[in-house]
């Protein structure tokens, strides 16, 4: 049997396509809408406590009985470092200046890494969501069995062949094989780690030959015809992000939409300068001003996001969206503007006369 068929068989899809986990962007409307439409939907909880995330699944639930993903981040917390806060600081200094803010004194950690939030993993040890995935890195391998053994299928994303190989090693069952064209966070687990950049063809390849576990392409996938490559390829599924941005039951701005729809589409840079983690989004005044060259290094994720979403909120007060994280991947200027069900029908059309 085809790996996109038992993948399929196993999870209960009618197509093997998966609506990517977008904190922030994605909601329980486009997961439910997804999932009901025979592809798998997902939640991005990582913003998320865990009472938001439960209330996120149970509003999916009300609108779907099919399987659907939820997704958390895995990331190694690190200390803040007062001097390169400051040093970054500096750097956005003319930017808060701009938008009438003051500089912050101190900035937060506004995303709590799964790897110690309990209350999450109880959680979802409760709710038992079809599949659970982890972005960033792996929880330690009695959460993943625990998980497992409630009857979630996990999933875990892997930029590389040696990411690839813990995932294997943690008992996870399934890889997200995330290609450098992929809008959003790139899920390396240790940023600090040189980047071999791998396009989402190349590391489906690699991760087929190198392993008996389910591949997921993902990273500028945005039609049927380049679902039907991934599965060729081997691929057991394709997982699409940027593709789905534009469906009304996303929760992208009404900028963030027009953004996606226009030239700007077409230049997108992977850049640590928004959160302080690797990210492919469209460039902006934000992004062209921070990631200029001779620019210091960023502050540390999640650390450099509090400085970007304070810039942003003081810029919206004023009217100004350049400052906003606006993800997408390089496929941006095919993103088609539909109902998530539709798109679901239109890509499972496509990759069958393809
Ligand atoms: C707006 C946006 C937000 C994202 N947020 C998440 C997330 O919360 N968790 C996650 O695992 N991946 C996230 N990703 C990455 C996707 O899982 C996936 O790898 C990527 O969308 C694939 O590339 P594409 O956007 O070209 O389809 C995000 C991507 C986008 C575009």
Redesign the pocket.
């Given at each position: 049997m085809k790996a996109s068929e038992q993948f399929m068989r196993r999870l209960g899809l009618k197509h093997p396509i998966i609506q990517?986990?977008?904190?922030?962007?994605s909601t329980a409307e486009l997961a439910a809408a997804v999932s009901s439409a025979g592809g798998l939907g997902s939640l991005?909880m990582?913003a998320c406590s865990a009472p938001q995330a439960r209330a996120m699944i149970e509003r999916t639930r009300a609108q779907t009985a099919a399987p659907f993903n939820a997704?958390v981040?895995c990331h190694q917390s690190v200390p803040r470092d007062p001097r390169r806060e400051q040093q970054w600081l500096r750097h956005l200094a003319p930017l808060f200046e701009q938008v009438g803010a003051p500089l912050p004194t101190e900035l937060k950690s506004l995303y709590e890494s799964f790897l110690v939030d309990g209350a999450m993993f109880d959680m979802l040890l409760e709710q038992k969501p079809a599949v659970v995935?982890f972005?960033f890195g792996l929880p330690e391998r009695e959460r993943v069995q625990a998980l497992r053994r409630a009857g979630c299928y996990t999933v875990a994303?892997a930029t590389n062949l040696q990411e690839a190989a813990r995932i294997e090693a943690a008992g996870v069952d399934a890889i997200?094989a995330?290609g450098i064209?992929?809008?959003?966070?790139r899920?390396m687990f240790d940023p600090a780690l040189p980047d071999e950049a791998l396009s989402t063809a190349v590391l489906v390849r690699l991760l087929v030959r190198q392993t008996r576990l389910p591949v997921i392409a993902?990273?500028?996938?945005?039609d049927g015809c380049s679902i039907r490559a991934m599965l060729e390829l081997g691929a057991a599924a394709a997982?699409?992000?940027?593709?789905f941005?534009l469906c009304p039951e996303s929760a992208a701005s009404d900028n963030y939409r027009h953004n996606l729809k226009s030239e700007r589409a077409s230049h997108t840079r992977l850049t640590a300068v928004i959160s302080g983690r690797p990210a492919r989004g469209m460039v902006n005044e934000l992004i062209a001003f921070a990631d200029a060259p001779g620019r210091p290094e960023a502050d540390a994720y999640p650390f450099a996001y509090d400085a970007a979403k304070q810039l942003h909120a003081a810029a919206l007060k004023l009217g100004k969206q350049e400052f906003a994280a606006q993800?997408?991947?390089?496929?941006a200027p095919l993103a088609r503007e539909m109902p998530a069900a539709e798109l679901v029908r239109v890509l499972a059309e496509e990759l069958a006369a393809c």
């Open positions: 990517a986990p977008m904190a922030g962007t991005g990582a997704n981040f995935s972005h994303t997200v995330q064209e992929a809008g959003g966070h899920g993902a990273g500028g996938i945005m997982q699409l992000g940027t593709a941005i993800w997408a991947g390089q496929g």
